[in-house]
Every structure is written in structure tokens, then in C-alpha cells.
């Protein structure tokens, strides 16, 4: 995809929606380009995981130990656990239609909230979104 394209879908992305232009052709210009079948899995629980996933397009679902734990679609992000604590992936993340992603390793990461620390507050919000949905679905942390 051309680099203009990119910057374009970029800046759909609210997590990024901040940032400026200059800033966004940044984040184009070393980020991966990725495309998924349906069916395919993404990311694997228990692997070692340095991307971090912006999903351009498609949908895909999250898994923990095989079972549904949520979903992802359009302009969400996903891989940011494993990137941010070092630690093994905590749930396979699967394609369930065509899907596009941007993916930056943990430096290009990094250097993006370097630019605009408001990508680590919307981060945030969305990691307790998660969290207290984990906690009130069935079969979650309360139940
Ligand atoms: P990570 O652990 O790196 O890899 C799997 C990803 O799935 C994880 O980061 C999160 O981005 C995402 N994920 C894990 N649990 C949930 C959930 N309950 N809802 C949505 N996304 C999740």
C-alpha cells in the first residue's frame, strides 16, 4: 500500500489519532505491512511476541486456552502485552475475516508514545475496558 494510504488509515486509528501528520508518516515508514486468511491465527498463546498489531482492516478474535475471550475489529490494536511486560503472548489473537495490520516492533512502539504520550492513555483506557469485561464475563475473573 502507498505511503500516503497508510498514513491515511493511520490516522483513522484513534489510538494514534493525535498525532500530526509528520508523526504519523513516521509510524508509516517503519511499520509492517501483514495480511491474514480467515481461520489464520495471528498470534499464538505462549509465544514470545515483540510486535505490536494495528488492525487496518478486518476482524479477528481472542482466544485464552481455546475459548472466546473477546474480539477485535477495525481500528483496534491487540499485542501490546507481550511488548509491554516481556512476557509470553496471553491468548492466540484469530483472523475471522481477511485482515490487514500495521505491525511495529517494540522500539518503533516505543518511539511512537515518545512522540505523543496521549497513545499510553488511550492505551490505558482500553486495557481496563478489557480487564473489567474479563471480570464480569462468564467464566471471567469473578465469576
Ligand atoms: P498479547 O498478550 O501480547 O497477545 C495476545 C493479545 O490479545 C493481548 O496481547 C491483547 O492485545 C489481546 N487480548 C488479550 N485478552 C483480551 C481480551 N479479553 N479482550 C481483547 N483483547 C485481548
Known sequence: MAETDRVELLSSVPLFSALSKRQLKGVAATALERTFQPGETIVKQGDKGIGF????????????AGQKVGSLSTGQFFGEMALVDEQPRTADVKAT???RCLVLNRWEFWGAVGQDPEIIRALFVETVR????????????TE
Do not use: D, K
Open 53 to 64: 498489531y494495528l488492525l487496518l482492516s478486518g476482524n479477528a478474535e481472542v482466544l485464552r
Open 97 to 99: 475475516s481477511a485482515v
Open 130 to 141: 478489557r480487564l473489567r469485561a474479563a471480570q464480569t464475563a462468564p467464566g471471567g475473573l
